[in-house]
């Protein structure tokens, strides 16, 4: 019998703490596969949030920091200017990059810092337990919308990509998902190019990934990878919305 | 080309992922709990596995590893 797949080796042995059906076990996944295939495990440095992510140094066999709650792109900023040989990249949650770290994200990719954003994008606070981000859908139902979100009360949901790409800083946008096979393999494709452009100093990467989770969503795990196809991708649309030659 | 799956039982938390996206159907949710109590996934060597890895790209606990005779 020949293995065809195994766990990255730079995925340590403890177990997730993410909940059954998270994406963002598939995420930590793909990043390690794809540091291993480049050879970069000396090299890469990891900010991690606050939110879900923020054990990944539990499973990263890489060096990993961890940034205050939204920082994460500053705190790459700093570790990049003062080790511009590294691989630095910044794993962030919705409700950490699109509402408290706003500023930080913003004006790191408006600087056109050499680094790369993991952007992974629920649709809601997940770690305190559901609550609206600021990517919640419209009438998508979460703790703090029993009713759905109304724009008129709560506005509308953040596309991260598209306005970064208005940017002048920014070198290469991507949104993709990993609510399936396909999908994930584009995925990993898509973070090893922003991996990629970074070592080739081509300057701020972001690649943003519509994840399922489905204890928040009150989804059954294959209802959630569905939905977001169905329903998440009409407002976040897949694709390239940046790419600027290096 | 016969494909077969391991399932690492203490990693499963049985989500289902596996089963739903397998296009052989070898997968199945078993009466078996590991030791976190979840249900977990389990492979049916009868079945025509061909490898293709679906499951292991989709489990998000990072539980299966997939090989090939």
């Known amino acids: 019998m020949k293995t065809?797949?195994?766990?990255?080796?730079?995925l340590?042995?403890?177990?997730?703490?993410?909940?059954?059906?998270?994406g963002h076990g598939i995420i930590n996944r793909l990043l390690m596969e794809v540091i291993e295939e480049?050879?970069?495990q000396g090299d890469a440095i990891c900010v991690a949030p606050a939110g879900c992510g923020m054990l990944l140094y539990n499973y990263f066999e890489i060096d990993v920091?961890?940034?205050?709650?939204?920082?994460?792109?500053?705190?790459?900023?700093?570790?990049?200017?003062?080790?511009?040989?590294?691989?630095?990249?910044?794993?962030?949650?919705?409700?950490?990059?699109?509402a408290i770290g706003t500023a930080e994200g913003f004006h790191a990719a408006n600087r056109g810092e050499n680094i790369t954003v993991i952007f992974v994008?629920?649709?809601?606070?997940?770690?305190?337990?559901?609550?609206m981000a600021p990517t919640t859908l419209l009438d998508?139902?979460?703790?703090?919308?029993?009713?759905?979100?109304?724009?008129?009360?709560?506005?509308?949901?953040?596309?991260?990509?598209?306005?970064?790409?208005?940017?002048d800083g920014t070198s290469y946008l991507e949104r993709v998902a990993v609510n399936r096979p396909a999908a994930v393999v584009k995925a990993?494709?898509?973070?090893?190019?922003?991996f990629q452009r970074q070592v080739d100093g081509a300057g701020f990467s972001l690649v943003e990934i519509l994840s399922p989770c489905p204890v928040n969503w009150k989804m059954g795990t294959l209802e959630a990878c569905e939905w977001i196809d169905e329903v998440m991708v009409a407002h976040f649309p897949l694709g390239v919305f940046k790419e600027v030659p290096c | 080309?016969?494909?077969?799956?391991?399932?690492?039982?203490?990693?499963?938390?049985?989500?289902?992922?596996?089963?739903?996206?397998?296009?052989?159907?070898?997968?199945?949710?078993?009466?078996?709990?590991?030791?976190?109590?979840?249900?977990?996934?389990?492979?049916?060597?009868?079945?025509?596995c061909s490898a293709c890895r679906h499951c292991a790209l989709m489990c998000p606990d990072v539980a299966i590893e997939v090989s090939k005779s």
């Open chain 1, 188 to 194: 990993k494709k898509a973070i090893k190019k922003a």
């Open chain 1, 65 to 98: 920091i961890e940034s205050a709650h939204g920082r994460g792109a500053a705190v790459a900023t700093g570790i990049k200017r003062v080790r511009p040989q590294n691989l630095v990249f910044s794993y962030q949650g919705d409700g950490d990059l699109a």
């Open chain 2, 1 to 48: 080309m016969k494909g077969s799956i391991q399932i690492d039982r203490e990693r499963c938390k049985g989500c289902a992922l596996c089963i739903d996206f397998c296009p052989e159907d070898c997968i199945s949710l078993s009466d078996d709990l590991n030791l976190k109590g979840y249900f977990v996934a389990a492979f049916d060597d009868s079945k025509e």
């Open chain 1, 140 to 167: 998508q139902v979460t703790t703090t919308t029993p009713t759905g979100r109304d724009a008129g009360l709560a506005g509308h949901p953040v596309r991260i990509c598209e306005v970064f790409s208005q940017l």
């Open chain 1, 121 to 131: 994008n629920n649709g809601v606070y997940g770690m305190t337990g559901g609550q």
């Open chain 1, 38 to 40: 480049m050879d970069l």
């Open chain 1, 12 to 22: 340590k042995e403890a177990d997730f703490h993410y909940c059954p059906g998270c």
């Open chain 1, 4 to 10: 065809v797949y195994a766990r990255p080796k730079l």
